[in-house]
């Protein structure tokens, strides 16, 4: 699907990302002609070309492709007859991690699933998300 991004709007319009460096000392000159068919020579203001920019919505979807590492458990179970003087019937340890990294992402330094929220009405729009948790945790099963 394709995410709304908000954060890089208003990033935009503030001059606040690395995207907005270029011309801000010599101005932004771009690719096209004059009404009279010349090459188009005209510089324009970094600052006002980007707050204008950050004023169109759809120069801010983005494609939400990604794939991720999302889950990770090892665990080790412990053989029956080694728990036989023992009041457990099974024990088993594991060693869990949860979003350790993204493979592959279409949206540079954001997280599709770290949206705005995660209801139907606002799917695909993200504002201000903060980076999608990592989580290393261990667990034991004990039976008895």
Same mark, same amino acid.
């Given at each position: &699907?394709?995410?709304?991004?908000?954060?890089?709007?208003?990033?935009?319009?503030? !001059?606040? $990302?690395?995207? +907005? $460096?270029? &011309?801000?000392? +010599?101005?932004?000159?771009?690719? &096209?002609? +004059?009404?009279? &068919?010349?090459?188009?020579?005209?510089?324009?203001?970094?600052?006002?070309?980007?707050?204008? $920019?950050?004023?169109?919505?759809?120069?801010?979807? %983005?494609?939400?492709?990604?794939?991720?590492?999302?889950?990770?458990?090892?665990? %080790?179970?412990?053989?029956?007859?080694? $728990?036989?003087?023992?009041?457990?019937?099974?024990?088993?340890?594991?060693?869990?991690?949860?979003?350790?990294?993204?493979?592959?992402?279409? +949206?540079? !330094?954001?997280?599709?699933?770290?949206?705005?929220?995660?209801?139907?009405?606002?799917?695909? %729009?993200?504002? !201000?998300?903060?980076?999608?948790?990592?989580?290393?945790?261990?667990?034991?099963?004990?039976?008895?």
């Amino acid at each position: &699907g394709d995410v709304f991004m908000g954060s890089l709007q208003t990033g935009t319009s503030y !001059g606040n $990302l690395a995207m +907005t $460096l270029e &011309g801000r000392e +010599t101005g932004l000159i771009f690719e &096209g002609v +004059t009404k009279e &068919g010349a090459a188009n020579s005209k510089t324009v203001d970094a600052q006002s070309y980007w707050s204008k $920019l950050s004023g169109i919505t759809e120069a801010f979807m %983005y494609d939400a492709t990604n794939a991720r590492l999302r889950e990770v458990s090892l665990g %080790y179970t412990v053989p029956r007859n080694l $728990l036989a003087k023992t009041p457990f019937t099974s024990l088993k340890a594991s060693l869990v991690a949860r979003n350790l990294f993204m493979i592959y992402s279409k +949206t540079e !330094g954001f997280d599709p699933e770290a949206g705005f929220s995660n209801n139907s009405k606002t799917q695909g %729009y993200e504002f !201000g998300s903060m980076p999608t948790m990592r989580s290393i945790g261990f667990n034991i099963n004990v039976s008895f």
